[in-house]
């Protein structure tokens, strides 16, 4: 009784006290018979009523200081949202192979057909820009769910169409749910892998993305020789179960959340600009810039101009944009990232060009046209996680000019073997192809990254992803409206023309081979290493 007169006299509580992660006063009598039960060495009992909040939601929190190891979880969740990448993939180059059938099947010219594959990445270039936006604002386990079942929709929708029109919806869906996962992919590995181990990781996440053109042609055209081009979708849906059980087990959230606004005006310029410059690439294909062409092009760069001054102005007040324009200004990321989008446009356009030119020229099947790619996109697979020690090693330059020279070679072979060329002169001239991609894209895409702020690098990431796809998806348009033309101007020898156009097109890809050699090798000069 004395000790508890003592404290009652000695410390009468002036204030009510309030718990730091609880704002609800303690009751006075509480507040006593604790400073009581602490002079006689007691420890105070606990509150019951204090409030549990998720950690994701409070800076300062424990996921703030997430701690990179190389763990199961860790390996599981890139391998999920690889897979479906790796389909995604995989669809795309083996709907390549399917061209001339599909032409047959639907009555659709070479300039129509190639848009299976760029609507895909027409939709991918316009959905990752939403990834840093997507990454503050829904848990990273929610953006993998809703990627797999965007895209399970779309294979279904794809194995089932009577028509044209439905098939391309069907790749838009895909495109949306690959849209979300593969820059996911590589913000996980950004986030979570250990550091010292993460050129190692992001070439395994290119070998996942780099088999998927190994398999594609030639296991597509093998199921059209057998099945028909509809078993392609059908083929990849237990691996996309396997994606989603996956993912639904071992994604974990590495960063907080917090509210920003969506810049709905600016995604909807940009889709404006990124369909533009697809459709004039199109038009390209009658043999000459029309009007329409020329209109295209024009709205192309209005509607990026109109992207532009909206970002600037939404950074002015503070707001968050829909990509972080700033990091542009940094002139290294920005000629890496048009070389990887050059490389993009390459590898995409041959993807392109050498199966329907094995068919339409060389009168092969659908099977033996996509196994011209095969040997060489194997031996890409394999250069992925050996390029990536490398850059561990030695850094980026050395890979990554080495791989741009094979490119050059490549191109140098294909020009000069293309007039007799044959199924296996053009799979020897692919094989110098996909070795120089497999030395320089990961490490060209890790390289970017590396010279930008730790805050820049998921829009820095968004950004690679978004040139790339675009460039990809222009690639295709590129290709096909130079032999579409060369077709229209053929005078009714469809083969010769075709191997006319094909021609014409490596020309262009060997300048833009140079191109993309010129821009790394400037990229290096820029930040002071060479």
Not at 105 to 114: D, G, H, K, P, W
Not at 358 to 387: D, K, M, R, W, Y
Request: hydrophobic share 50%.
């Amino acid at each position: 009784p004395s000790a508890r007169r003592a404290v009652k006299l000695k410390n009468p509580p002036a204030v009510r006290p309030v718990h730091l992660k609880n704002p609800f006063p303690q009751p006075f009598y509480t507040t006593r018979r604790r400073q009581a039960a602490t002079t006689f060495g007691a420890q105070p009992r606990q509150p019951s009523h204090r409030r549990r909040v998720p950690k994701i939601y409070l800076k300062g929190s424990s996921t703030m200081q997430f701690e990179r190891r190389l763990d199961r979880k860790l390996v599981f969740s890139i391998l999920a949202a690889g897979i479906l990448s790796f389909t995604g993939v995989v669809i795309e180059t083996a709907m390549n192979v399917t061209f001339p059938s599909l032409m047959k099947e639907f009555s659709v010219s070479t300039a129509l057909v190639q848009w299976i594959t760029t609507g895909y990445l027409l939709v991918l270039a316009v959905v990752i820009p939403l990834s840093g936006y997507l990454k503050e604002r829904f848990l990273m386990k929610s953006l993998f769910l809703t990627a797999s079942g965007l895209f399970i929709l779309g294979t279904l929708l794809g194995a089932w169409s009577p028509d044209f029109l439905l098939l391309l919806l069907g790749r838009i869906l895909q495109g949306a749910g690959t849209g979300i996962a593969l820059p996911l992919m590589f913000n996980i590995i950004m986030d979570q892998a250990p550091l010292n181990r993460l050129g190692f990781m992001v070439g395994a996440a290119m070998l996942v993305c780099a088999l998927a053109p190994a398999v594609g042609p030639s296991i597509g055209g093998y199921i059209v020789s057998l099945w028909g081009w509809r078993m392609i979708f059908w083929a990849v849906l237990p691996l996309l179960l396997l994606s989603f059980v996956l993912g639904g087990l071992s994604v974990r959230q590495s960063s907080d959340l917090r509210s920003s606004s969506f810049d709905a005006m600016g995604l909807l310029y940009l889709a404006v600009s990124f369909t533009c410059l697809l459709l004039g690439c199109t038009e390209l294909g009658h043999g000459s810039i029309t009007f329409t062409a020329a209109l295209l092009f024009a709205g192309f760069l209005l509607a990026l101009f109109f992207f532009r001054n909206r970002e600037r102005n939404l950074m002015d007040q503070g707001k968050r944009p829909l990509l972080n324009i700033r990091a542009l200004k940094n002139r290294p990321f920005v000629l890496g990232a048009l070389g990887l989008s050059l490389l993009q446009f390459l590898c995409l356009a041959l993807g392109f060009l050498l199966p329907c030119f094995s068919q339409i020229v060389t009168g092969e099947n659908a099977f033996t046209a996509g196994c011209i790619l095969l040997p060489g996109c194997v031996l890409g697979a394999l250069f992925a996680p050996l390029s990536g020690r490398i850059y561990d090693r030695f850094g980026a330059r050395r890979p990554v000019l080495l791989g741009s020279m094979f490119l050059i070679l490549s191109m140098v072979l294909f020009n000069a073997a293309l007039p007799f060329a044959s199924t296996g002169i053009l799979t020897v001239c692919y094989l110098f192809f996909a070795a120089g991609q497999g030395l320089s894209v990961g490490n060209i895409l890790t390289y970017s990254l590396s010279v930008l702020d730790r805050s820049m690098k998921p829009d820095g990431n968004a950004i690679c992803n978004t040139a790339q796809q675009l460039s990809g998806a222009v690639g295709t348009a590129v290709a096909a409206a130079i032999v579409s033309a060369a077709q229209t101007d053929g005078a009714g020898d469809f083969a010769r023309a075709t191997a006319l156009g094909t021609a014409e097109a490596l020309l262009v890809l060997l300048f833009l081979s140079l191109l993309q050699f010129l821009a790394l090798f400037l990229s290096f000069r820029k930040e002071g290493r060479l």
